[in-house]
Each structure stands twice: as C-alpha cells, then as structure tokens.
C-alpha cells in the first residue's frame, strides 16, 4: 500500500533555532514530492515540490531535500521564526495517476519565544 | 485574491440529517477535489473531478455525493450523515499536475 510517513508527530523549538522534519515514502511509482504547510484554522499551502531528479529545493528560510533511492525526504527550516508554528504536510504524487497525491500524517511544530 | 472559497465554514448536523458542502475557485483551474482530514491522519481524497463535466471516486467516496456544477464550482453532499463524517472537509483546485490549492476548510460535526 502506498503510504507515507512523517517524524516526529510533534516538536517544539524555541525561536531562533534550527529543525529538520522526516518524511519516508512508499509511494510507487513516484513522480514529485511536495511539502505543505497548514496553519491552524487553515488549509494547505504548497512550500515547494521536487521532481524524481531534484535533490534539494528551496524557499526562503526552507529547504527540502530528495533522496529518491532511499524513499526519504527532510524539510529543514533555519533561524525559526513564531510564525512557523503549524503542521507541515509531505506528499507524493504517483507517476500513473493524473493529480493523485498521498498525504503524510503531518508533523506539527510549536515555535516557542 | 479569493482562490477557494467553501462554505459554511462550521455547520453541527444531527444523525440523518443532510447538507451540501460548497466549493468555488476563480483561478479557472480544471481541477477540483474534495478531501477530508481527521485527527492524526492525512488528507484523504473522497471525490475529485478532473474537469468539468466529470467526477470520480477517491479513496473514501462512501456516503457523499459529488456535483460538478460548472468550471469554477464543486459541492459535496452527504445525503444521511452519520457520526463517523464528522471532520474537516478541504476543497482543492488545480491546472493538472501542479501543486493544489486549498480552502479553509468546512468543519462539521455530527451529533
């Protein structure tokens, strides 16, 4: 079954400070990977997305890495800021599937002052 | 800058009760979805129409009702809730493979 999973669950940091957020796929075939970040009350909002050929992507203070052989994905975020305080989202859309995508649990993260 | 619009933004049903979820995007995206996201699960898609005048079943399409009304337009139905349908339902919109866009969300519990 085609799945995709995130650590942690849940992190606090304090602001200012760095983090790395897991996501491990076993989506096949894969086509793009994407993260989203949901505030709460919100809907998803697209960070990035990378295709099979792309190992690291950014946007801003977040970089998204791809190690397609090994199905694992990491979403950095440097020099947190409160405003990162949200759940953010990895998903994979499969290659055969038109815009079918599997969505992660999700990791919520608290940026605390 | 609308994007997707949903509404009602929080409706309380009772058991057997019916509802229609709306859903309007002004992006002229040819693609619309329908999710739902409970607690410590991901997003699952419950319907989803590739472009108008067509809509499929996604992972969990039982109990709902689909109606792709024109091209900026897509509602949900539940024709009998039940208590397992309560949670937060997302619209999305799209232009094929690229990233979607999300509305906030519809939340709705039913007693």
């Known amino acids: 079954k085609n799945q995709v999973e995130q650590s942690p669950q849940s992190l606090i940091i304090l602001e200012g400070k760095n983090c790395t957020l897991q996501c491990n796929y076993t989506v096949s075939p894969f086509s793009n990977l994407r993260w989203y970040k949901q505030d709460t009350g919100r809907g998803p909002v697209s960070l990035t997305i990378?295709?099979?050929?792309?190992n690291t992507k950014s946007n801003g203070r977040y970089t998204a890495t791809l190690d397609a052989d090994t199905k694992q994905s990491s979403l950095h975020i440097t020099a947190s800021q409160l405003s990162d305080s949200a759940s953010y989202i990895c998903?994979?859309?499969?290659?055969?599937?038109?815009?079918?995508?599997?969505f992660g649990g999700g990791t919520r993260l608290m940026v605390k002052p | 800058n609308a994007g997707v619009t949903q509404t009602p933004k929080f409706q309380v049903l009772k058991t057997g009760q019916s509802m229609t979820l709306q859903c309007a995007q002004d992006m002229n995206h040819n693609s619309m979805y329908w999710y739902r996201q409970d607690p410590g699960m991901g997003l699952r898609l419950i319907y989803y129409s590739a472009s108008e005048g067509t809509t499929d079943k996604g992972e969990v399409p039982n109990g709902y009702n689909v109606s792709r009304l024109n091209k900026r337009e897509f509602s949900l139905r539940l024709e009998s809730a039940a208590p397992s349908q309560t949670s937060v339902y997302f619209c999305?919109?799209?232009?094929?493979?690229?990233?979607?866009?999300f509305g906030d969300g519809t939340r709705l519990s039913i007693l």
């Open positions: 999305a919109s799209s232009e094929t493979v690229r990233p979607q866009h």
């Open positions: 998903v994979v859309r499969l290659n055969n599937a038109g815009n079918m995508l599997t």
């Open positions: 990378m295709t099979f050929s792309e």
